[in-house]
């Protein structure tokens, strides 16, 4: 049997671009980094309330950086890929309101923002990740056999190759039934 690899590698040849997996898994771990290391900024110096501030750029940015990672990697529209960019926009526009009103306007003021940056912050991540789901939820090349299936069946160094259209395979495998069986069927044809 084939590795999965190797099955796929035709349906997978346009979108296994090495820079485009590079890239992505850079973003990825680049928002990896900025949360851990606002996680330990707060964690170390939990009383400082500039160590707050940069926390919350370094997590506030970190998030984004990931979704847009993950739209890098996969195989998305380019409308997806603008609604993910446009998400990483305006939540990279809350971090830098949060920049500027933490921590003198953010609570217990007479005109806090920490509401209304949080908003922003959180629009902006909810567009991200409404356009990472849509082209997670329309990514179907590894199930969708484009029309015919293809089988090569190896028998004693002899390989025959046998095509059934996805209605009939799916009437064949559907039950469930012993894959000799099908494999007979097909052969029969």
């Given at each position: 049997?084939?590795?999965?690899?190797?099955?796929?590698?035709?349906?997978?040849?346009?979108?296994?671009?090495?820079?485009?997996?590079?890239?992505?898994?850079?973003?990825?771990?680049?928002?990896?980094?900025?949360?851990?290391?606002?996680?330990?900024?707060?964690?170390?110096?939990?009383?400082?309330?500039?160590?707050?501030?940069?926390?919350?750029?370094?997590?506030?940015?970190?998030?984004?950086a990931m979704l847009l990672g993950v739209a890098v990697v996969?195989?998305?529209?380019?409308?997806?890929?603008?609604?993910?960019?446009?998400?990483?926009?305006?939540?990279?526009?809350?971090?830098?309101?949060?920049?500027?009103?933490?921590?003198?306007?953010?609570?217990?003021?007479?005109?806090?923002?920490?509401?209304?940056?949080?908003?922003?912050?959180?629009?902006?991540?909810?567009?991200?990740?409404?356009?990472?789901?849509?082209?997670?939820?329309?990514?179907?090349?590894?199930?969708?056999?484009?029309?015919?299936?293809?089988?090569?069946?190896?028998?004693?160094?002899?390989?025959?190759?046998?095509?059934?259209?996805?209605?009939?395979?799916?009437?064949?495998?559907?039950?469930?039934?012993?894959?000799?069986?099908?494999?007979?069927?097909?052969?029969?044809?």
């Amino acid at each position: 049997m084939t590795s999965l690899d190797e099955a796929y590698d035709r349906k997978w040849s346009g979108l296994r671009n090495p820079r485009r997996v590079g890239g992505g898994l850079v973003l990825v771990g680049a928002g990896v980094l900025g949360v851990v290391a606002a996680m330990a900024l707060v964690g170390f110096q939990a009383d400082s309330t500039t160590a707050k501030q940069y926390a919350g750029v370094a997590a506030g940015l970190g998030v984004p950086a990931m979704l847009l990672g993950v739209a890098v990697v996969l195989p998305a529209s380019r409308r997806a890929r603008a609604g993910v960019v446009l998400g990483s926009l305006v939540s990279g526009a809350g971090v830098a309101l949060f920049w500027q009103v933490y921590p003198a306007r953010w609570t217990r003021t007479a005109d806090p923002l920490a509401f209304e940056t949080m908003m922003l912050y959180g629009l902006g991540c909810a567009i991200a990740l409404w356009f990472v789901f849509s082209t997670i939820a329309t990514f179907r090349l590894r199930n969708n056999p484009q029309g015919t299936v293809r089988l090569e069946v190896v028998r004693q160094g002899e390989t025959q190759t046998v095509e059934v259209s996805r209605d009939r395979y799916r009437q064949m495998v559907s039950d469930g039934g012993d894959a000799r069986a099908v494999i007979r069927e097909l052969e029969d044809r």
